[in-house]
């Protein structure tokens, strides 16, 4: 099959561009190069074409691991090359449906097959940070080792929410927890180089969000974009936070037994704080932090637009969720950036109850959890009157989570029009693709 080809490695400035041929997987790419722009760092330049040429590689590996298509480099690190012929079995015994006997990483292999130094708990780290309250459990535990924090532009905000992105950069800037450490915004066409709805809709059905972005993609792309950025600063580990499926070990795109895995000449990444749920990192890192005295502003939310003052919406299931396991760790949301309020905590009562909110039997055991946690006694923020009346109601509610597959009729629809709108855009030609999307952007004010 005709090979996926990264041409070199570019450099101008900040900016790292690899050009790709996509060969067989011409149906599935939305642009011809992989882009990645990284603030506050230098020396890109004096790094070899082999690691520059990693960013490029993460974002589509798991494409050709699912379609069964070679890629062809130049040259490449040679433990992270090792590290990619791992992955495809991994993704493989994920997903069944993936066809990775036909993939192969063609291409000079440079360096050692194995990191250089062995690393240990102690060593100066690179964190992933997004300012949700995973990353935010990592930061704190090891405050005393991370040196630099990398937030992705491209990954859960798109390039053209400017906006979004504004907000999101002022609370991680602003922060007393990301002070004294190298903060590095990466603005990268993660979500936009390869069509990800597409390879949705032909995969789906083992996804457990349903998107190939989450249950795929996303944690070896997002690692593979730190890896220049670890090599220029002289760091070995590279740490992305745990995600929470109630201690089960579910397909999903980062996970210990994929995460692990990645390495590179100087250094590997780590899957960080996997034995900890979303609520014990709440309950044991996040609220000891914050009692003694700790200042943070959570960014959590995914609802497009966020609310009109802030990162969090306050309404949605992730904000209602976690505004609930604050309250239960003794700390009010709002000193942590979720809005609260009788008609917010109304709201959730209503979608609770009515089945609004999709999800699978994890997920209603993960609500079931929390109605066990609330105490007999309501103090602290708990006992102001209109929280302890939702309290008490949440404690006994009969909790409605709707199947995933059972969206409202409107919803269906929706998709239904969007999946028509991509498979009738994906047969027109790459170059008139790219000046529509030129033209959305600049529309949007992208310029
Ligand atoms: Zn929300």
Redesign the pocket.
């Known amino acids: 099959m005709q090979p996926i080809v990264l041409g070199r490695p570019t450099i101008n400035g900040a900016k790292l561009t690899v050009p790709v041929d996509p060969g067989a997987a011409r149906q599935w790419f939305r642009d011809d190069a992989f882009r990645v722009e990284y603030s506050n760092l230098d020396g890109l330049a004096d790094l070899d074409p082999a690691v520059l040429v990693v960013p490029a590689l993460g974002n589509i590996l798991t494409l050709a691991y699912a379609l069964g298509i070679p890629i062809e480099v130049d040259r490449v690190d040679a433990a992270y090359a090792a590290a990619a012929d791992r992955l495809a079995e991994t993704f493989g015994a994920m997903y069944p449906r993936f066809d990775v006997k036909g993939f192969e990483l063609r291409g000079e292999r440079v360096g050692p097959v194995a990191p250089v130094t062995v690393t240990v708990k102690t060593d100066p780290a690179l964190l992933l940070f997004s300012g949700g309250a995973d990353s935010s459990s990592s930061l704190i535990e090891h405050r005393r080792e991370v040196r630099a924090l990398v937030t992705v532009w491209g990954a859960d905000v798109r390039l053209t929410d400017q906006t979004l992105w504004d907000q999101l950069c002022s609370v991680v800037r602003d922060s007393e927890l990301t002070a004294d450490r190298r903060l590095i915004v990466a603005r990268a066409n993660l979500q936009d180089l390869i069509d990800g709805p597409a390879l949705t809709r032909k995969f789906e059905s083992g996804f457990i969000d349903g998107t190939w972005w989450g249950s795929v993609q996303h944690g070896l792309a997002l690692t593979s974009v730190t890896v220049p950025a670890a090599t220029a600063l002289g760091l070995s580990r590279v740490l992305i936070a745990g995600s929470d499926f109630g201690g089960l070990d579910l397909p999903w795109g980062s996970s210990p037994r994929t995460d692990n895995q990645i390495r590179w000449s100087g250094g590997q990444v780590e899957h960080d704080q996997a034995d900890l749920s979303r609520a014990d990192k709440i309950t044991k890192v996040i609220a000891p932090y914050v009692r003694g005295g700790g200042r943070l502003n959570l960014a ?4 497009p637009g ?2 009109p003052d802030g990162l ?9 969720q976690t505004i609930t396991q604050l309250l239960l760790a003794g700390i009010a949301p709002d000193a942590v950036g979720l809005p609260i309020s009788p008609q917010s905590l109304a709201a959730g009562r209503r979608a609770l109850t009515r089945g609004f909110w999709h999800g699978d039997d994890g997920h209603r055991a993960a609500w079931r959890r929390l109605q066990l946690d609330v105490p007999a006694t309501l103090t602290g923020p708990c006992a102001v009157p209109y929280i302890r009346a939702h309290l008490e109601w949440f404690r006994t509610a009969k909790i409605v989570i709707g199947t995933s597959d059972a969206a409202p009729r409107w919803h269906r629809v929706v998709l239904g029009v969007q999946r028509l709108g991509a498979r009738t855009l994906s047969w027109l030609p790459l170059q008139f693709r790219k000046w529509c999307s030129r033209r959305v952007a600049r529309l949007l004010g992208e310029g």
Request: with cysteine.
């Open positions: 959590i939310c995914y609802q966020r609310g969090n919406c306050g309404r949605c299931e992730k904000c209602q």
